[in-house]
């Protein structure tokens, strides 16, 4: 198995934890602050990411649809109110964000519709040729191994189902670029500290950002897993990708 090196980025170097226990343990810790920073820090905008990436299942109008790393439900919420698919599952190693998006489902009255459960990306608890698409938004840079996570999202897809993943990447252009580095560099490491009491969670985020394999690499270790018609949209200058493919 191929090793990437945004798989040993880790949120604290010094714990004997390995990575996916780091990352549950990151996201029980944020949990009750996450949605609001994720509208806050992204101005709203990621709400708009979320729908341009679910835009991309509406050729194929699954019924049957797997949210991968689904934190508070954001996806699985936007899927039924976009694409009314009548059957979402989502997955998450973290109890805590699980919780929450659970009680975001029974507000909105649509457990008939949404269920979460925990679940390890590279452990799928689903039989092969389950789902008809599987989305990640914003989770694929948490996989502890990145290949066997998609090699599993592979298995659990059906024929002809479509993957989406939703993720964040590096601004190419120059004066933007600086723009970006200072705001995820300093900026969103002390908001997420002021808010959530621990800014190891938002340097995480830049240090796995830095080190994820975007673009067309990420293309091309998809194709290595068996996905074909892979293809990638940018968001916001680049501050965003869509990745998609079919299997």
Not at 150 to 179: A, C, D, H, W
Request: aromatic share 12%.
């Amino acid at each position: 198995m191929k090793k990437f090196a945004h798989d040993t980025i880790v949120p604290n170097k010094q714990s004997e934890l390995n990575k996916k226990q780091q990352i549950a343990a990151m996201f029980n810790n944020i949990a009750f602050r996450y949605d609001f920073l994720n509208r806050f820090l992204s101005l709203g905008i990621d709400i708009s990411w979320r729908k341009k990436a679910i835009n991309q299942l509406k050729d194929i109008n699954p019924q049957y649809v797997l949210d991968v790393a689904t934190g508070t439900a954001d996806m699985p919420l936007l899927l039924y109110k976009k694409l009314h698919t009548p059957a979402i599952v989502g997955i998450d190693i973290s109890k805590d964000m699980l919780a929450i998006g659970k009680s975001k489902i029974e507000k909105n009255k649509l457990q008939q519709y949404i269920q979460l459960q925990e679940g390890d990306s590279e452990k799928i608890n689903f039989s092969d040729n389950t789902f008809d698409a599987v989305t990640v938004a914003f989770g694929v840079r948490n996989f502890e191994h990145l290949e066997l996570g998609l090699q599993e999202i592979y298995r659990v897809l059906k024929m002809n189902g479509k993957l989406v993943v939703l993720e964040f990447s590096q601004p190419k252009k120059t004066m933007f670029s600086g723009l970006y580095k200072l705001y995820m560099n300093s900026i969103a490491p002390n908001f997420g500290k002021y808010f959530t009491k621990n800014k190891e969670a938002y340097q995480y985020l830049h240090s796995s950002i830095q080190a994820f394999p975007e673009g067309n690499v990420f293309l091309g270790i998809m194709e290595n897993v068996g996905f074909k018609n892979v293809y990638l949209k940018k968001l916001s200058l680049g501050i965003c990708t869509i990745y998609c493919g079919t299997k």
